[in-house]
Nanobody
Framework: QVQLVESGGGLVQAGGSLRLSCAASGRTFSMYVMGWFRQAPGKEREFVASISTTSGSIYYADSVKGRFTISRDNAKNTVFLQMNSLKPDDTAVYYC?????????????????WGQGTQVTVSS
């Protein structure tokens, strides 16, 4: 069992930056693929980025490629999402998630554990 707690959300102007963190409980964090998803009001939850257990494989949604960076620190049981050049369309609740599946999944249904989410609001 893994419990995930996100932090770092907030209100930022367009063009600004935020760094999200997701702290995981338990001693098996390094065995989980980790991902970030987001959900805007009235929309389905969507994939943002995912990172393999050793950080050797990383994937991004096209909408954030070149602006967002996912990373993890297995010694600290933490995964990060650095978000630069933020746009109003990035406004959403951001969730971190853990998966026990092979590969580096990018679908909501492939993730087993979820945090409670953190709000990111980008003003124009």
């Amino acid at each position: 069992q893994v419990q995930l707690v996100e932090s770092g959300g907030g209100l930022v102007q367009a063009g600004g930056s935020l760094r999200l963190s997701c702290a995981a409980s338990g001693r098996t964090f390094s065995m989980y693929v980790m991902g970030w998803f987001r959900q805007a009001p009235g929309k389905e939850r969507e994939f943002v980025a995912s990172i393999s257990t050793t950080s050797g494989s990383i994937y991004y949604a096209d909408s954030v490629k070149g602006r967002f960076t996912i990373s993890r620190d297995n010694a600290k049981n933490t995964v990060f999402l650095q978000m630069n050049s933020l746009k109003p369309d990035d406004t959403a609740v951001y969730y971190c998630a853990g998966s026990r599946r092979l590969g580096v999944p990018r679908r909501v249904e492939e993730y087993d554990y979820w945090g409670q989410g953190t709000q990111v609001t980008v003003s124009s």
